[in-house]
């Protein structure tokens, strides 16, 4: 299994442009969710999915849009860049949407995605 | 909003020593993880610890919860070079969304 993947690795983008982040996993799980992490902030939860055509806002949902088709991919589409959304954009799938009272699963995490906004 | 928050932020430590990092949080929780992140790569899973758990281990790693203090700590026992990374704590309110904290830096000198 790949895992989940992240396209591209890097990428510099103008103030104003748009574009889509690629995120893709093989495991069949139900669970994707986006994070974008900044110097001393950790992790923050951009958008998730808990399955093909459902989706809801996390922490920090503003300028961003997701879709989820598939089950496999989950794309982050930036609307018109802004110097705020430089940072690095981390996607992660889980297999269980809920884990109940006292469960929960891992999450596995994509290689990321470093975004410059100039 | 930022759920999990680690101490202490930084740490060295000589290879062989113990490392512990704590994390306090402050809604209830359905349980709680522990990741590990090396430069410039994704975050990796280490453990989890239900809400139900007061203390797991795995490996070189003992996890504890205490719910009524909302912390956790993390140990890393014997630690060697290739432990050198960020760990961050997250919580899970149950509905499979993580928060995080802001992370651990671990320096383990060989």
């Known amino acids: 299994n790949a895992g989940v993947t992240q396209t591209p690795k890097f990428q510099v983008l103008k103030t104003g442009q748009s574009m889509t982040l690629q995120c893709a996993q093989d495991m069949n799980h139900e669970y994707m969710s986006w994070y974008r992490q900044d110097p001393g902030m950790g992790l923050r939860l951009i958008h998730y999915?808990?399955?093909?055509?459902?989706?809801d806002q996390g922490e920090v949902p503003n300028g961003y849009n997701v879709s989820r088709s598939t089950t496999e991919d989950f794309p982050l589409r930036l609307l018109s860049a802004a110097p705020s959304q430089t940072s690095v954009y981390f996607c992660?799938?889980?297999?269980?949407?809920?884990?109940?009272?006292?469960?929960?699963?891992?999450?596995?995490f994509g290689p990321g995605t470093r975004l410059t906004v100039t | 909003s930022q759920q999990g928050e680690e101490d202490p932020q930084a740490l060295s430590i000589q290879e062989g020593e113990n490392a512990t990092m704590n994390c306090s949080y402050k809604t209830s929780i359905n349980n709680l993880q522990w990741y590990r992140q090396n430069s410039g790569r994704g975050l990796v899973h280490l453990i989890l610890?239900?809400?139900?758990?007061r203390e797991k281990h795995s490996g070189r790693l003992r996890v504890t919860l205490d719910t009524s203090k909302k912390s956790s700590s993390l140990l890393i026992t014997a630690s060697r070079a290739a432990d050198t990374a960020s760990y961050f704590c997250?919580?899970?309110?149950?509905?499979?969304?993580?928060?995080f904290g802001k992370g651990n830096q671990v320096v383990v000198i060989p």
């Open positions: 997250a919580t899970d309110g149950g509905n499979n969304r993580l928060a």
């Open positions: 992660a799938s889980s297999s269980a949407t809920s884990g109940g009272p006292g469960n929960g699963y891992e999450q596995y």
């Open positions: 610890i239900r809400s139900n758990e």
């Open positions: 999915s808990v399955g093909a055509g459902i989706t």
